[in-house]
């Protein structure tokens, strides 16, 4: 369902996941399952307001951008600051076999859900000419 990305490209988001930093936050984890014929995607981005939050396809890329900006208090001693924040980014790269023109999204409860449908495969018939007969064209 979903195509496969370069191997050290995984391995640098897995380590950006683990120990983002406060420069460059810690990515968006992320869930996809096929279920009734289509990808289901479940992306987790607790405390974003669900409103600046950009979804794009572009090339069979979809681009999941968010923001959560840092609540900083003035006149507050910080004792930890942990919960990361800025820009989140995620791209999914789509097979063919997914309609990227019909996906649907809802936010609930902190977790962005993409609905994709699986596209139908068509099967067409190519008809083969022979002897002195004329070429006969494809269709589908």
């Given at each position: 369902m979903l195509m496969r990305t370069d191997p050290f490209r995984e391995l640098d988001r897995l380590a950006q996941q683990r120990l983002g930093t406060t420069a460059r936050s810690a990515v968006m984890p992320m869930d996809a399952y096929r279920h009734e014929g289509a990808l289901l995607v479940h992306l987790d981005l607790p405390g974003i307001d669900p409103e600046p939050i950009d979804l794009?396809?572009?090339?069979?890329?979809?681009?999941?951008?968010?923001?959560?900006?840092a609540q900083e208090a003035k006149d507050v001693d910080m004792f930890l600051a942990e919960r990361p924040h800025g820009i989140f980014n995620r791209e999914v790269f789509l097979s063919e076999t997914l309609d990227a023109d019909h996906?649907?999204?809802?936010?609930?409860?902190?977790?962005?859900?993409?609905?994709?449908?699986?596209a139908e495969a068509k099967a067409r018939k190519i008809e083969v000419s022979h002897g002195g007969s004329e070429k006969k064209e494809i269709t589908s």
């Open positions: 794009n396809v572009e090339q069979n890329v979809l681009t999941v951008k968010a923001e959560r900006s996906i649907e999204a809802s936010y609930d409860a902190g977790v962005l859900i993409m609905r994709i449908l699986v």
